[in-house]
């Protein structure tokens, strides 16, 4: 599965409801798997809490605006919201792959899965992998259920 350069960066713990105005959340923030803070947010449309040390959050900041190439004030704002959407995606994906096999063909976006329903077993690969040859004409390149 894609995901964006993390930078040794990864989130824990999070939780999230709606707000009035986005989704509010914590987390706790982890650098080179060793714990260095929380973020939160209210959901009430303002920038997000850090409890970092100085030297933590300058350094979140210098990484956020190089991994994403910009020199936005908020930036580390928006690579949490990375780290998030990968946290959410992986949660997501995993969920699926519990009923169902999913595969990458070739030629496809980045990203993107077809889906076949059952749990996947090497029986099930081999199956999906003939009648991707024989019938339905299309290269696999991946199976996620291998990765995730």
């Given at each position: 599965?894609?995901?964006?350069?993390?930078?040794?960066?990864?989130?824990k713990n999070y939780k999230s409801c709606q707000g009035m105005d986005g989704d509010a959340f914590s987390l706790t923030l982890?650098?080179?798997?060793?714990?260095?803070?929380?973020?939160?947010?209210?959901?009430?449309?303002?920038?997000?809490?850090?409890?970092?040390?100085?030297?933590?959050?300058?350094?979140?900041?210098?990484?956020?605006?190089?991994?994403?190439?910009?020199?936005?004030?908020?930036?580390?704002?928006?690579?949490?919201?990375?780290?998030?959407?990968?946290?959410?995606?992986?949660?997501?994906?995993?969920?699926?792959?519990?009923?169902?096999?999913?595969?990458?063909?070739?030629?496809?976006?980045?990203?993107?899965?077809?889906?076949?329903?059952?749990?996947?077993?090497?029986?099930?690969?081999?199956?999906?992998?003939k009648l991707a040859e024989t019938k339905w004409n299309i290269e696999i390149v991946?199976?996620?259920?291998?990765?995730?």
């Open positions: 599965m894609e995901t964006v350069d993390h930078a040794g960066y990864s989130i982890y650098k080179d798997g060793k714990k260095i803070g929380t973020v939160s947010n209210g959901g009430h449309g303002g920038p997000n809490n850090y409890s970092l040390t100085n030297e933590q959050s300058n350094e979140l900041h210098k990484i956020a605006q190089r991994i994403l190439k910009s020199d936005w004030v908020e930036a580390e704002d928006v690579f949490i919201g990375e780290l998030i959407n990968d946290l959410l995606n992986t949660r997501r994906f995993k969920r699926l792959c519990k009923t169902n096999v999913l595969f990458s063909v070739k030629g496809d976006k980045k990203g993107s899965y077809q889906k076949v329903k059952g749990k996947f077993t090497p029986e099930l690969k081999e199956e999906i992998l991946s199976f996620l259920n291998e990765t995730i």
